[in-house]
């Protein structure tokens, strides 16, 4: 069974930094490339980073150079290093399969950032 735990969420200032962990089980982790993802209220889901088991990474453009991902194969484990937060990341954020996302999501981690 697919599980995708997301954590380290929170409320933050403008400007301040969170790590986000998603901690993933029930299938072969190292083979797939890993997303994240959000969701503001009133929005859709969007990309925001992906990672392939290498460790080569890509960002949307609304948070490069202020977001890293990483991974750790062995710990089934992706990262989310946020800096520099805004206003407008706050969002539920979500990480899956980046190709064919299982449809199983997991509950998510709240970010607000707000003064």
């Known amino acids: 069974q697919v599980q995708l735990v997301e954590s380290g969420g929170g409320l933050v200032q403008p400007g301040g930094s969170l790590r986000l962990s998603c901690a993933a089980s029930?299938?072969?982790?190292?083979?797939?490339?890993m997303g994240w993802y959000r969701q503001a209220p009133g929005k859709q889901r969007e990309w925001v980073a992906r990672i392939k088991s290498g460790g080569s990474t890509n960002y949307a453009d609304s948070v490069k150079d202020r977001f890293t991902t990483s991974r750790d194969n062995a710990k089934n484990t992706v990262y989310l290093q946020m800096n520099s937060l805004k206003p407008e990341d706050t969002a539920v954020y979500y990480c899956?399969?980046?190709?064919?996302?299982?449809?199983?999501w997991g509950q998510g981690t709240q970010v607000t950032v707000s003064s």
């Open positions: 899956n399969r980046y190709y064919n996302p299982y449809d199983s």
């Open positions: 029930g299938f072969a982790f190292t083979n797939y490339v």
